[in-house]
């Protein structure tokens, strides 16, 4: 089955730099590429995804890269703000009739202003 | 319009004891879906359901059962709990059709377990 590694498990960024987090996967028939926001005690919240087909996606001060030769895929947010504290987590899964998204281990996130 | 509404939001029990997590969508969807959620391993599938009737194992399935007899509702049954049942739940769901990506999968709130 699928496997997804994510990096690092924490990560603690000044306020208005930039932060990064990457994800290796296993499958190469992966082809969807979810990330989710988790605030302290709150849902998982759908940020941005990419498909295979796409080498990078941006949705104002995040932005998503993939590299399918490499098997891995890394979320970039910019400009971070105190907000963006968070544990994000990535996921992979082969897209059409299939449910089982395979998570990583999450990021938690801190912004220091 | 609630979305997907989980119940209770706090649970204690004791080892053995046997309880059931409701679940609820009022969004119409199709596909519904249990995890768990432990430190420092994300979330893991425990059942999901593609429909009314319709359901299948994830990753983690042993110790739980599932049934689908409404679109709406979603019930997760632990029959005989243990310590190592321990975690956060949450149950999800997403609008019909094979492609995931097509459909953005919207979580509850969680439900939040410990076993003595």
């Known amino acids: 089955g699928e496997n997804v590694e994510q990096h690092p498990s924490t990560l603690s960024v000044q306020e208005g730099d930039s932060a990064v987090i990457k994800c290796t996967y296993s499958?190469?028939?992966?082809?969807?590429f979810p990330w989710y926001k988790q605030e302290l005690g709150k849902r998982p919240q759908l940020i941005i995804d990419?498909?295979?087909?796409?080498g990078e996606k941006k949705d104002q001060r995040i932005a998503v890269t993939l590299n399918k030769t490499a098997k891995h895929f890394s979320l970039h947010i910019t400009e971070t703000q105190p907000e963006d504290s968070a544990v994000y987590f990535c996921?992979?899964?082969?897209?059409?009739?299939?449910?089982?998204?395979?998570f990583g281990t999450g990021t938690r996130l801190t912004i220091i202003p | 319009n609630a979305g997907v509404t989980q119940t209770p939001k706090f649970q204690v029990l004791k080892t053995g004891q046997s309880m059931t997590l409701q679940c609820a969508q009022d969004?119409?969807?199709?596909?519904m879906s249990w995890y768990r959620q432990d430190p420092g391993m994300g979330l893991r599938l425990i059942h999901y359901?593609?429909?009314?009737?319709?359901?299948d194992q994830g990753e983690v399935p042993n110790g739980y059962n599932v049934s689908r007899s409404t679109t709406e509702d979603f019930p997760l049954r632990l029959l005989s709990a243990a310590p190592s049942q321990t975690s956060v739940y949450f149950c999800?769901?997403?609008?019909?059709?094979?492609?995931?990506?097509?459909?953005?999968?919207?979580f509850g709130a969680g439900t939040r377990l410990s076993v003595l």
């Open positions: 999800a769901s997403r609008a019909g059709g094979p492609w995931v990506a097509k459909n953005i999968q919207y």
């Open positions: 499958d190469s028939a992966s082809n969807y």
């Open positions: 990419i498909r295979s087909n796409v």
């Open positions: 996921a992979a899964v082969r897209d059409f009739g299939n449910e089982k998204l395979t």
């Open positions: 969004m119409n969807h199709e596909y």
């Open positions: 359901s593609v429909g009314a009737g319709i359901t």
